[in-house]
């Protein structure tokens, strides 16, 4: 191939003419994965060990190789060249090589397509980089562990509907957001799994006609096991959709964690206070202090569930095999991956400096919180709960109609309502009871929350 046009590319015998001047930055992707450089020569060193044990390459022509990709390594490591005329990172690898080891570089391709290599070269980064998510969401867990174990004690309100609904621990506020995101590890680990299988070996489609021992390919490079189907394999990005899944619901899961704070931090509710390392203030409002940092994970979400999308509409029309438009998918992988190692950190320092209010929380907390304590007094009592919920309804709106809170309200008052009411009723309104009341597991009696806390800790044992 002598067209200038063509330099760089791995094909173009079968071409008479250039590439059109249009079609040639569409065409480059050396920008999007040139970060796969790494991955592509671990990929090469195995192969080249491969061709060597089937008898393709002699123990000279490896030695040679092998030497090439390291001196190739050197110089990347310097910085991909910005007027490479390389249409992808493969292209750079192959024209590189053949400028250290001359013509001997042309036969590590043999039996390898790039579908396969680019399979590949994304599974190895793909791996690497679910491990080092899973790590950042793993100080994420603790942080919300921590901020559990110091707020057993505090009773906050706990809400439906953003209305105050029943007195739960702070401790179970945050346990409650640490269990999604223990999920969402889960499914991490579970997309890095599916992220461990070979591709290479699989060639264009129809597989390798050279006898590659896979299995040691595998071994090599550190992949649980080999693709069945070699068809399937150059178009699989099934962990791709479960890394962007997996990434697009730890984003849902921060974006209600930073609603959370965002509130709790505002003036009405003023019952935490975010650290002054994660907030910022106003250009105009002096007074202003803003909960950057929850509004930034929130911000994130739609950018993740975004990524998700775009890949699953990629896929759901591609014939059999590979097809170029999956050049698409390492931008979505890449940035979901990208967005995770940069908002995790600064969840985890900012819920680390967090500090509950517990003043202002006693000043928020209504007594109507204790309605359903009131409702259950009566159904010890063996009054049927629908009947128990009428008649506290009715003491609420008496309450509220005379502007008193409902402990205020006298004896008489209640057993007007009801004629089960007795003096105790007053022991109905303490925060302590009303929480210890819920002994079951998962609920926010202290022995269940302790629980919750044992078995978190458990989880995130190394």
């Known amino acids: 191939m002598t067209s200038k046009e063509h330099e760089g590319a791995l094909w173009g015998g079968r071409f008479s003419q250039g590439m059109d001047p249009a079609m040639v930055p569409l065409n480059l992707s050396l920008a999007e994965d040139g970060r796969l450089w790494r991955y592509d020569l671990e990929g ?45 990172i493969h292209s750079l690898v192959e024209r590189l090589l053949g400028e250290e080891v001359g013509p001997v570089a042309g036969k590590l391709h043999t039996g390898r397509s790039r579908n396969d290599q680019v399979a590949t070269d994304m599974r190895l980064w793909g791996m690497e980089a679910l491990d080092d998510v899973d790590l950042e969401l793993t100080r994420v867990l603790q942080a919300l562990l921590a901020l559990a174990e110091r707020s057993v004690d505090l009773v906050i309100p706990g809400y439906t509907h953003l209305q105050q609904g029943q007195p739960v621990r702070a401790a179970h506020w945050a ?187 006693r000043e928020i907390l209504s007594q109507e919180l204790l309605a359903t304590d009131l409702a259950d007094y009566l159904v010890r009592r063996d009054v049927p709960f629908r009947t128990s919920h009428e008649v506290i309804g009715r003491l609420v709106s008496m309450a509220e109609d005379e502007g008193m809170s409902l402990s205020s309200l006298p004896l008489e008052r209640y057993q007007e309502a009801h004629p089960a009411f007795e003096a105790d009723v007053k022991e109905v309104f303490r925060w302590e009871a009303s929480v210890e009341a819920r002994s079951v597991p998962g609920g926010t009696a202290r022995a269940a929350v302790e629980a919750q806390m044992e078995e978190a800790r458990h989880r995130l044992q190394p």
């Not at 008898?55 to 007027?83: F, Q």
């Not at 997309?191 to 591709?199: E, Y």
Request: proline letters at 5%; hydrophobic letters at 40%; charged letters at 25%.
């Open 44 to 88: 090469s060193r195995a192969w080249a060990r491969a061709l060597t044990r089937a008898g393709v390459l002699d123990e000279g022509e490896l030695e040679k190789l092998l030497e090439g990709l390291d001196r190739v390594e050197t110089r990347l490591a310097e910085g991909i060249p910005g007027d490479a005329p390389d249409e992808d």
């Open 175 to 361: 346990l409650s957001h640490l269990w999604p995101l223990l999920r969402d590890r889960g499914r991490l680990r579970q997309a890095r799994q599916a992220a461990s299988v070979l591709p290479l070996g699989s060639g264009a489609l129809a597989g390798c006609p050279f006898p590659v021992d896979r299995a040691f390919l595998a071994r090599e490079l550190g992949f649980d096991r080999v693709s069945e189907n070699s068809m399937d394999t150059v178009s699989d990005r099934d962990w791709m959709a479960d890394t962007l899944y997996c990434g697009s619901m730890v984003g849902v899961h921060l974006s209600r964690l930073g609603e959370d704070l965002i509130l709790f931090a505002s003036r009405e509710f003023g019952i935490l206070r975010v650290p002054d390392g994660f907030s910022t203030g106003s250009s105009l409002m002096p007074q202003k202090r803003n909960p950057d940092v929850a509004e930034l994970a929130r911000g994130k979400s739609g950018r993740l569930t975004g990524n998700l999308v775009s890949l699953l509409t990629l896929l759901k029309g591609l014939p059999t095999g590979y097809n170029r438009d999956l050049q698409e998918d390492k931008r979505l992988v890449f940035d979901t991956a990208d967005q995770l190692r940069l908002v995790l950190p600064a969840v985890a320092g900012a819920l680390a400096g967090c500090a509950w209010r517990p003043e202002r929380v």
